[in-house]
């Protein structure tokens, strides 16, 4: 059974995720009225069939990842299987990313077709429970189809950028047209609005939907672990590492690390893929008061 806080994540990914579509059938409708809302939804199913099927090795291909065997890497190898057993899932294949700044992912459709992650500057700073703690997080992603949920939302969302896109460009080679007609004009003028806000508004949706989901991966890694305090500790380090060390990842990948390798203060705390990092601490950190009141009880 769920807990509260694990359904009142899902409820509100469930509704971002129906926002998202929805903005979707808005901005085609915009560019061209119902023909356009048909062929943009056309074109998600398309994107998405596509991100279902190849997200996984789009995502190591762009991580620059290399499969690795338990005789190269017997500690990770070991953790891994040891927390699969422990959750009741597959072992996932398990690779290495040649990035001196420490982090980690999770990527594939579901626990049958799972790979997990971690770069070679993660390996150095982390003790072996903390490391534990990482890899439960991403276990959990895996678990929760949090993999499947975050190739579709940025597909969707690519999707909505591009179509907008287009539209920008077909607007200054084909002009803005004219019309006296004062409803034509406001609908022309919604239309403009809806074409520049819609990427944007897209992007605050799916880096929203993305800090939900590193919620519920901390708990649900920290459940699988038995160890939130490992977790907790290991965030700390990397958000540390990820501030004073160059990185080889891709901007299209932030929001599949486990800390934000492009992190940001101020405004850019609303275009951030992940929540704050001291927020997710002190979850974790009432995670283990409250565990330890349970086992106290008993």
């Known amino acids: ?144 189809r949090d993999t499947l949920i975050q190739a579709t939302v940025a597909t969707v969302a690519g999707a909505i950028t591009m179509i907008a896109n287009m539209a920008q460009w077909a607007m200054i080679f084909g002009g803005f047209g004219g019309s006296d007609d004062e409803e034509e004009g406001g609908s022309l003028v919604g239309g403009l609005l809806m074409i520049f806000l819609a990427p944007i508004a897209a992007m605050i949706i799916q880096f929203a939907i993305s800090r939900s989901r590193e919620y519920a991966a901390d708990a649900g890694g920290a459940a699988i672990n038995g160890d939130p305090l490992a977790l907790a500790s290991a965030l700390q380090k990397l958000e540390h590492g990820a501030a004073g060390l160059p990185t080889t990842a891709q901007p299209a990948m932030a929001h599949q690390y486990i800390i934000n390798p492009f992190a940001g203060g101020g405004m850019m705390k609303l275009f951030s893929t992940h929540p704050p990092t001291a927020e997710r601490v002190a979850r974790l950190e009432a995670l283990a008061v409250g565990n330890r009141a349970v086992v106290g009880a008993d």
């Open 1 to 144: 059974m769920l807990s509260s806080q694990s359904l009142g994540s899902t409820l509100r990914t469930t509704a971002l995720l129906a926002l998202l579509t929805g903005l979707l059938v808005v901005i085609g409708r915009a560019v061209g009225g119902p023909g356009g809302m048909i062929v943009a939804f056309g074109f998600a199913l398309a994107m998405n069939f596509g991100a279902y099927w190849f997200s996984d090795k789009i995502a190591l291909k762009m991580a620059g990842a290399r499969e690795v065997s338990a005789d190269e890497a017997p500690i990770l190898h070991g953790i891994v299987a040891d927390l699969s057993g422990r959750a009741g899932m597959p072992m996932p294949r398990v690779y290495i990313v040649d990035d001196p700044t420490p982090n980690a992912f999770a990527t594939g459709r579901d626990p049958q077709h799972a790979a997990v992650a971690a770069t070679t500057g993660i390996m150095g700073i982390l003790t072996r429970d903390e490391l534990a703690g990482v890899m439960a997080h991403e276990l959990a992603h895996v678990k929760h």
